[in-house]
């Protein structure tokens, strides 16, 4: 299984991360990747900024990974997963913090993402069970951001949302601060209408930017500014928000 933590969203989650990578400035950076054991507590082999070393050679900012890498890399991951026997299937909704940090994670990944709001708790639990039920199938599993809105929760602008209640296509602003309601489904509705929900979903999958300075470039322009949960220490981020102000 794939764990993306929050890093510097949770100060919890951050604690884990030191203990599993500190990079040159012993504090915690902005990526670290590593193969973990079934239990979360040992690392196979070694953490690191990326996976480089599953692929062969140094990975620097700007330089592409080649199919040949990516094949690699993918076969790595089966060799380890061999290696380990499930004991049960996956039935828990992968989700983020909030809707306001899997807005951003969707507009990262170029992705949509299905937001519910639902304020009676058996309806919630209902359509929570039905959408874990769709995200690990095969055509489905990493295509689209899922995330339940707590019932107090203060949402992110979400263009077409108003008060209404149900299942929510939202389409990430460029930014992943705001968002766009395509397309949405009832609170009662069946299995069938959430099913087709998340197939649109995955129609909206799309590329993220690749010009990455150009895209800070805009965000500057637009005044798009995001303040982190817990300070950055990573001294790259740093140094960048500093030229950027």
Not at 88 to 108: F, G, K, S
Request: aromatic share 4%.
């Amino acid at each position: 299984m794939c764990v993306r933590l929050a890093t510097y969203e949770s100060q919890s989650e951050a604690d884990v991360l030191l203990g599993v990578f500190r990079g040159r400035s012993g504090q915690l950076e902005n990526t670290t990747f590593a193969l973990m054991d079934p239990g979360g507590t040992r690392v196979l082999g070694q953490a690191g900024r990326g996976p480089a070393f599953l692929v062969g050679g140094a990975r620097g900012p700007g330089q592409a990974t080649s199919a040949a890498e990516v094949a690699r890399f993918a076969a790595r991951l089966n060799e380890v997963a061999g290696q380990y026997k499930p004991r049960a299937e996956i039935t828990a909704l992968p989700q983020a913090l909030d809707v306001r940090r899997a807005l951003v994670v969707a507009a990262c990944d170029g992705q949509a993402v299905l937001v519910v709001r639902i304020q009676d708790a058996k309806q919630r639990d209902a359509v929570t069970k039905a959408l874990a039920a769709l995200v690990w199938r095969d055509d489905l599993r990493g295509r689209f951001q899922v995330q339940v809105a707590r019932p107090d929760e203060e949402l992110p602008a979400l263009e077409g949302l108003g008060t209404k209640q149900g299942v929510f296509l939202v389409k990430p602003g460029a930014f992943g601060i705001d968002g766009e309601v395509l397309a949405s489904v009832a609170p009662q509705a069946p299995a069938s209408s959430l099913e087709a929900l998340a197939r649109r979903a995955v129609r909206e999958d799309h590329a993220s930017p690749t010009d990455r300075r150009r895209h800070i470039q805009a965000g500057r322009a637009a005044g798009a500014t995001w303040e982190s949960e817990i300070p950055v220490t990573d001294p790259g981020a740093q140094q960048a928000r500093e030229r950027g102000r």
